[in-house]
C-alpha cells in the first residue's frame, strides 16, 4: 500500500517568510509524527499527534512552530518567520497507535536563505 | 549524558562478515527499540522492533536487547555493499509517548 507521502519535497525561502509543509500518513494509522534531522544532527523529535487527544509539542524549538492535523489524517507544518537555522530535513513518520513502528515518509527538505 | 548513545563509525567489515552494531540507552524504563537504515539523502526505513528481552531474527538481521544492562545491538549476517549506510537507534521512552530518542547513528562501510 502507499506509504507516508510529504510535500513538497524541497523548499527554499526566504529568511523572515512563512512556510507550510504537508504529511499524507499511512490509510488507518492513528498517530503521526514530526521531526527534523539538521545537517549534522541526529533526528530531533517536535510533535505528535495520536488519535483526538491534545498533541504532544514538547519537542517544538519555539513558537514559530505550529502543526495540526485536520479530520485525524492530513498534517500540516508550519513554520513563521523562518530563520536560517531552520534550514533542516523535516521528516513525518505514522504509525498505527502509540508505541508501535513508525514509518517515515520522504522528507522535505526546507533551505532558508 | 545523551539519551541514546551510538559509536559513530565507520565501522568497516569485509563483505560476507558479521557487522555488529551497538546501542545504549539511559531511560530504564523504556519500552520499546528499534532500528533504522538511513541511506545517504533518504529517510530513515525501518528494519527492526524489539520489545522484550533476548533476541529477533528477521533474515540476515538480529535484533538482540538487555533492559538490565540498557543495551540493544543489531546484527547483519553475510553483509553486502548493499548494507553500506546509517544506522540509527531509536528508543521510545514510555508507552503514554509515541516520541521517539534518536541516537546520533553509526555509519557502516561494507567493502567487496
Known amino acids: 500500500g502507499a506509504g507516508v507521502s510529504q510535500s513538497p519535497s524541497n523548499k527554499v525561502t526566504e529568511k523572515g517568510k512563512d512556510v507550510e509543509l504537508r504529511c499524507d500518513p499511512i490509510s488507518g494509522h492513528t498517530a503521526l509524527y514530526w521531526y527534523r534531522q539538521s545537517l549534522g544532527q541526529g533526528l530531533e523529535f517536535l510533535i505528535y499527534f495520536q488519535g483526538n487527544s491534545a498533541p504532544d509539542k514538547s519537542g517544538l524549538p519555539s513558537d514559530r512552530f505550529s502543526a495540526e492535523r485536520t479530520g485525524g489524517s492530513v498534517s500540516t507544518l508550519t513554520i513563521q518567520r523562518t530563520q536560517q537555522e531552520d534550514s533542516a530535513v523535516y521528516l513525518c513518520?505514522?504509525?498505527?497507535?502509540?508505541?508501535?513502528?513508525?514509518?517515515f515518509g520522504p522528507g522535505t527538505r526546507l533551505t532558508v536563505t | 549524558q545523551k539519551e541514546v548513545e551510538q559509536n559513530s563509525g565507520p565501522l568497516s567489515v569485509p563483505e560476507g562478515a558479521i557487522a555488529s552494531l551497538n546501542c545504549t540507552y539511559s531511560d530504564r524504563v523504556s519500552q520499546s527499540f528499534f532500528w533504522y537504515r538511513q541511506y545517504s539523502g533518504k529517510s530513515p526505513e525501518l528494519i527492526m522492533s524489539?520489545?522484550?528481552?533476548g533476541d529477533k531474527e528477521d533474515g540476515r538481521f538480529t535484533a538482540q536487547l538487555n533492559k538490565a544492562s540498557q543495551y540493544v545491538s543489531l546484527l547483519i549476517r553475510d553483509s553486502q555493499p548493499s548494507d553500506s549506510a546509517t544506522y540509527l537507534c531509536?528508543?521510545?521512552?514510555?508507552?503514554?509517548?509515541?516520541?521517539?530518542?534518536f541516537g546520533q547513528g553509526t555509519t557502516l562501510q561494507v567493502k567487496p
Open positions: 524489539i520489545y522484550s528481552n
Open positions: 513518520a505514522s504509525s498505527g497507535r502509540t508505541g508501535d513502528e513508525q514509518y
Open positions: 531509536a528508543v521510545n521512552p514510555s508507552s503514554n509517548t509515541g516520541k521517539l530518542i
